[in-house]
Every structure is written in C-alpha cells, then in structure tokens.
C-alpha cells in the first residue's frame, strides 16, 4: 500500500478542495503516518474521510475535522498540541 501517495490524495481532495489552505498544516498532514495509528485490519482507510475505530469504543477523527480543528486554532509555529478526544 503506497500511504504517501494516500496522504498526498487526502490532503489535496478532502483538506485543500474544503478551503483549508494554510501551507504549514498542509505539509504536515502531508507527512504524519496516520495509518500507524489505525488497527491493522483496517489500515488502509486510514486516509479516507470519515473517522475510523482505533478500539475501546474510540475513533481517530476524519483527517478534515483534524485539518479544520487544528487551522482555527491559527498557530504560529512556536505552539505544541496534543489532540485528545476532541473530534
């Protein structure tokens, strides 16, 4: 399974086409593994738009609401952010 070029195909048409347009957090999004964080048996919609199951009755969030979440926060670049349970 090519997972770069999934996440590539992710970031162009489910961020970029949904008007997220902020480089840095495109080029992040371009380069986070996130299938690593996907149990096995479904890894490969790791990258599709909806969130996915990770177990114990949790999901991993759809990659837009990551994308959308993380741009209204406007960042500088200086910030850290850790995610947890908030899509």
């Known amino acids: 399974m090519d997972y770069e070029k999934l996440r590539k195909d992710m970031v162009e048409h489910q961020i970029l086409n949904r008007g997220i347009l902020n480089e840095k957090l495109l080029d992040v999004m371009k ?44 960042l500088k670049g200086h910030e850290n952010v850790l995610e947890i349970g908030a899509g």
Do not use: K, N, W
């Open 31 to 74: 380069e986070v593994p996130r299938h690593v964080f996907v149990p096995g048996g479904i890894r490969r919609g790791a990258y599709d738009d909806h969130p996915l199951p990770i177990g114990c009755g949790q999901t991993i969030s759809q990659p837009y609401m990551v994308a959308l979440m993380t741009d209204i926060l406007e």
